[in-house]
């Protein structure tokens, strides 16, 4: 990186949560009624998993939670500190300081709304083979108020960044200070990016997503994830590439500004989705051995994507280097990286 970015150039909010991640048999997952790939909200059945991940697998602790896994694997890129600042609710203990910990040392500004007597997040992240299925207990993410975003330096935060970039997932939370951010994005005429998150947003949060999706600059989801959103909007096609197209057209507040829609498939090509126009960017295949987990991938392909882009790369500059940034965090344990970012 050879430019200098502003500080506090791209906002993001979302659930910050502790990944307690482990490899189990696939039983493991069957005993809790979960599929490879899910990506959940826990329910009380599911509360056990935690301790029997700790206690009888061996489970890893990884800062994750979706946002601020994208912004750390962007600043990481980026080399420069603090030009993503991230919001989110934690609790006041150990896993709170860890999370705090490994954003700083990407250079990531984290600016948390403490939650007093309730636990930071965490997130059971089951590991089979090449798939990873996620099972979220918000606990402190949960509590986020949008008095947070309106304390006077928080405002400010909000109101200088020049990019915006939400999750899906963050509807579960608060769909008001998404559309307050939205608001602020669309008035100063700022790209604000989201992401579709997991099928289950689309099947139980469609109607604040649909509130925000017309201030909705770029879309990001993976083929599941669209999928989900088509069979709600009862579309007829299953095509990712008449998805994607129908994605693009629906309403926008700034129709000077096309939205744009990047769907993800594994390592099957990304696809660009313009207007009527369809590329096609192919992602390099790691051989199975070389693959520690596939947890984080879709959040580093976002971070690698936004590193470029708010340095006003060219989308195919910035699809390739969140192509780049997937492969590398799927050859680490969950959304890390190891050494330095070789994005050339
Ligand atoms: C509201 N939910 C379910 C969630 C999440 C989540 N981040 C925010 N909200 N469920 C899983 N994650 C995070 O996704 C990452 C992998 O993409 C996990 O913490 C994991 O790091």
């Known amino acids: 990186m050879t430019s200098t970015l502003q500080e506090g150039t791209l906002v993001g909010c979302g659930n910050p949560l502790l ?10 997952l069957q005993k809790y009624s979960m599929n490879e790939d899910d990506a959940i909200l826990a329910e009380d059945r599911h509360m056990p998993i935690y301790g029997e991940l700790v206690e ?24 420069q500190p603090r030009v993503a ?54 606990a402190a993410a949960n509590n986020f108020t949008i008095d947070h975003l309106e304390e006077p330096s928080n405002k400010a935060l909000v109101d200088n960044a020049q990019y915006y970039y939400i999750s899906g997932f963050f509807l579960t939370v608060n769909p008001p200070s998404i559309m307050q951010v939205a608001a602020t994005a669309h008035a100063k005429q ?34 599941a994830e669209a999928q989900a959103f088509a069979e709600a909007q009862q579309w007829p096609s299953g095509d990712l590439r008449e998805i ?27 696809l660009l989705i313009q207007q009527d126009s369809v590329q096609e960017f192919p992602v390099t295949k790691l051989a199975v051995h ?32 969140g192509n780049y940034a997937a492969g590398h965090i799927i ?13 050339v």
């Not at 939670?65 to 750390?72: E, T, Y």
């Not at 600016?111 to 590991?127: E, S």
């Not at 987990?293 to 500059?317: E, H, M, P, R």
């Open 290 to 321: 070389e693959i520690v987990d596939t947890n984080g991938a879709g959040d580093a392909f976002v971070g690698g994507f936004l590193s470029q882009f708010v340095q006003g790369k060219s989308l195919d500059v910035c699809i390739r280097c």
């Open 85 to 138: 600042v991230f919001f989110g609710c934690v609790g006041e203990d150990r896993y709170a300081g860890i999370l705090k910990e490994k954003a700083q040392a990407a250079g990531l500004d984290v600016h948390y709304q403490v939650k007093k007597d309730v636990p930071t997040g965490t997130c059971a992240v089951l590991i089979t083979g090449t798939h990873r299925s996620l099972c979220a207990n918000l």
């Open 190 to 223: 700022r790209p604000f990016l989201m992401n579709l998150s997991a099928p289950f947003i689309s099947q139980f949060y469609m109607t604040p997503l649909l509130a925000a999706l017309p201030y909705v600059d770029i879309i990001f989801g993976n083929e």
């Open 244 to 270: 994607g197209k129908r994605l693009v057209a629906m309403e926008k507040k700034n129709p000077t500004r096309p939205r744009i829609a990047i769907l993800t498939q594994g390592c099957d090509p990304v």
């Open 56 to 79: 009888g697998f061996q489970a890893e602790f990884l800062a994750g939670g979706s946002v601020q896994n994208s912004l750390r694997i962007a600043q990481w890129i980026l080399r």
């Open 19 to 28: 990944d307690i991640s482990a490899v189990v048999p696939l039983d493991f």
């Open 331 to 343: 050859k680490n344990p969950g959304c890390t990286y190891s050494g330095e970012p070789e994005f």
